[in-house]
């Protein structure tokens, strides 16, 4: 007796298993993103005054993946926090020497002056119910958190954890 078996549809089948794969993977890149973005979030949360640091936490893709990134316009003070600063002295804005200019009208201006105005010569801050005032202040520095870099070291382990659900809900008893 003779048996002959005859195998057809192979290619179709392996052209669909690599296309499952790579959607399985890309979910899986996609649901990483949502957890390093609510990750950023929740530590950039930490450190709350306005909410401008927590609000300004956005992701957007980019070729290749994800970017999980702050929105420098809405918190430009997030690259001092996360990295931190040195100690340095810190001025009025409009302090220090001015360059002159001429407007539309011809007129000389100062640089950092506004039309009309004086330079600032003292930082003001709220303290003890009144202002305290100074010429300069001499920061110490801040150590800085840096929240992106944990996220960044964060994230293989989730992807791979994405990954893994679905095999392992597959392999498990009853599936």
């Known amino acids: 007796m003779k048996l ?13 298993l690599l296309r499952l794969g790579a959607q399985s993977t890309q979910k899986a ?12 979030m929740r530590e950039a949360g930490q450190h709350t005054r306005t909410g401008a640091l927590f609000a300004s936490v956005d992701k957007r893709r980019i070729p290749g993946g994800w970017e999980v990134f702050h929105d420098l316009q809405r918190a430009p003070h997030a690259v001092f926090v996360h990295w931190g600063t040195k100690p340095h002295v810190i001025r009025p804005k409009a302090g220090g020497d001015y360059k002159s200019y001429k407007d539309a009208d011809g007129k000389t201006r100062r640089k950092g002056i506004p039309a009309g105005g004086r330079a ?16 300069e202040v001499r920061h110490p520095g801040y150590k800085g958190d840096p929240w992106m870099v944990r996220a960044a070291q964060l994230a293989p382990a989730l992807f791979a954890r994405h990954v893994q659900d ?5 392999s498990a008893p009853g599936a």
Not at 4 to 16: C, S
């Open 29 to 40: 890149l996609d649901k990483t993103v949502v957890d390093v973005e609510a990750y950023v």
């Open 166 to 170: 679905p095999i392992n809900r597959l």
């Open 120 to 135: 600032r010569v003292a930082l003001r801050w709220p303290s003890g119910g009144q202002f305290a005032f100074a010429k």
């Open 4 to 16: 002959d078996v005859k195998l057809t549809g192979a290619e179709a089948v392996r052209r669909q």
